[in-house]
């Protein structure tokens, strides 16, 4: 009667065993499908397109920041518009408009960009980028669907109402 007992006490104890090592065996494998699986793209949608405003409503000289957008509208001097990706080219790093030295400065290693995207000082190794500017009855929209690479400033970037 007791080695009874035992036995299946024993055989119990080998099933429960048994079980766990299958559970942690399928939560390890669906962890590793789960990672190396991949991750479906977000489609480009009507979103990608933003509108600025009325092309009257920005002064020259102005910095708009639209933080949805992830770029800043500038405004030169001479009334064209560039609107400047707020990612820094270097490491990613967002970088913020600073009005009082009128220029936009990054906090993760210090590059400084010009009103026009420009570096001023390194480690950035190029300019801003840029996005799309189009103005249609006086209206000013942006395209954030892909940012634009360049390696300095050009007059044909700038888009003028």
């Not at 708009?64 to 990613?92: E, I, M, N, S, W």
């Not at 009128?102 to 290693?109: K, L, N, S, V």
């Amino acid at each position: 009667m007791a080695v009874e007992r035992v036995t299946e006490r024993r055989s119990f104890l080998k099933v429960a065993w048994l079980s766990l090592g299958v559970a942690a065996l399928a939560e390890a494998s669906w962890i590793v499908v789960a990672f190396l699986k991949p991750r479906p793209k977000a489609p480009k949608s009507a979103g990608s397109l933003v509108v600025a405003g009325p092309a009257d409503g920005f002064a020259p000289g102005s910095v708009t920041a639209f933080p949805a957008g992830k770029f800043y509208l500038v405004r030169l001097a001479d009334g064209g518009f560039l609107a400047l990706h707020r990612q820094c080219t270097h490491l990613g790093c967002s970088v913020p408009w600073d009005e009082a030295a009128g220029r936009f400065a990054c906090p993760c290693h210090a590059s400084v960009f010009d009103l026009r995207g420009d570096v001023l000082a390194p480690p950035a190794p190029r300019p801003l980028d840029l996005f799309a500017v189009r103005i249609e009855n006086g209206i000013v929209k942006v395209d954030v669907s892909a940012p634009i690479r360049r390696s300095a400033f050009d007059a044909a970037q700038v888009t003028r109402a």
